[in-house]
């Protein structure tokens, strides 16, 4: 079954024009299984030529803004692009409290005066959410998938409470005997080695160069928020990736860094590496 990574959006939270926020398309066939719901996201599925009606299901890694802030507009454009079976949304804890917020409390309103009013669509179209942790997902019997914790934030000194309700995810996409690893947002961790073991292709978060990595706000971002180039070959090579995409860059405004990142990489990985674009397609 031919199947392709999409990488619809490569930045993150503060606005790029040349990047959407961190999202990721796997298109086998005529399925379209979708990570993260970032800024743009359905504009970029628009361009990537994917039939909006065909989306789902959707797996979230965690609940920062860059990466579930189009969550309704997913939820909204498939139905009113021809979706008419339930839409699965799987993410972390509380995720199922944050969809039911967005239907109930955020946009109820946006759903009564469609349902009511543009009767033609047949009534709002379900959503059934789903929270998980680490370990088996979903078996379709034609892919499956599962989950592990990464780390993401983790020796940050956010109060333990607050960490007690943060779980963040990658996931292990496996089809057709295929390997495709979504590190979600992560420094390296057993999780994400556990992710990535013998992976076809590794789509990594990747927010700084080396050069970059300057100040303390920086250098703990590298340490404890987001994989940076300084470890992300060493984490593709021990796992035995065959190919990295690098994606949740930073916004900068020319190419020298983006040069010089892909040559510190290339030093530690010597597999396939792909320094991802928003619309990137890339062949498994």
């Not at 005529?30 to 030529?49: K, Y």
């Not at 008419?84 to 917020?101: N, S």
């Not at 340490?223 to 690098?246: E, N, S, W």
């Not at 916004?251 to 990142?261: E, F, Q, S, V």
Request: glycine content about 12%; proline content about 5%; hydrophobic content about 40%.
């Amino acid at each position: 079954m031919p199947m392709k990574v999409i990488l619809l959006g490569t930045g993150g939270p503060r606005p790029d024009p040349r990047r959407m926020a961190t999202t990721t398309l796997i298109r086998r066939g005529d399925e379209n299984i979708l990570f993260d719901a970032g800024r743009g996201v359905t504009l970029r599925l628009v361009q990537a030529g994917v039939p909006l009606a065909s989306l789902g299901p959707v797996f979230l890694t965690h609940h920062h803004f860059d990466h579930i802030g189009d969550l309704y507009d997913v939820v909204l454009n498939t139905w009113l692009a021809g979706r008419r079976t339930t839409l699965d949304i799987y993410g972390p804890p509380e995720t199922e409290r944050v969809v039911d917020a967005l239907l109930t409390q955020v946009y109820d309103k946006d759903i009564g005066w469609r349902s009511a009013g543009e009767p033609t669509f047949g009534g709002f179209a379900p959503v059934a959410v789903t929270d998980v942790v680490a370990g088996p997902v979903l078996d379709t019997g034609r892919w499956r998938i599962r989950a592990e914790t990464v780390s993401h934030g983790d020796g940050l000194g956010i109060p333990p409470a607050f960490m007690a309700r943060w779980t963040c995810l990658g996931y292990r996409f496996e089809a057709d005997g295929k390997v495709i690893a979504i590190s979600g947002d992560t420094v390296a961790c057993d999780g994400l080695a556990r992710l990535a073991e013998g992976a076809d292709l590794l789509v990594q978060c990747c927010f700084l160069a080396s050069p970059e990595i300057q100040g303390d706000h920086f250098r703990r971002l590298a340490k404890h928020t987001l994989a940076c180039g300084d470890t992300v070959g060493r984490i593709a090579a021990a796992a035995g990736v065959k190919t990295l995409a690098l994606t949740h860059h930073r916004p900068r405004g020319d190419d020298a860094m983006l040069k010089a990142l892909a040559d510190e990489v290339a030093r530690d990985f010597s597999g396939r590496l792909v320094i991802g674009e928003d619309l990137t397609e890339i062949e498994v």
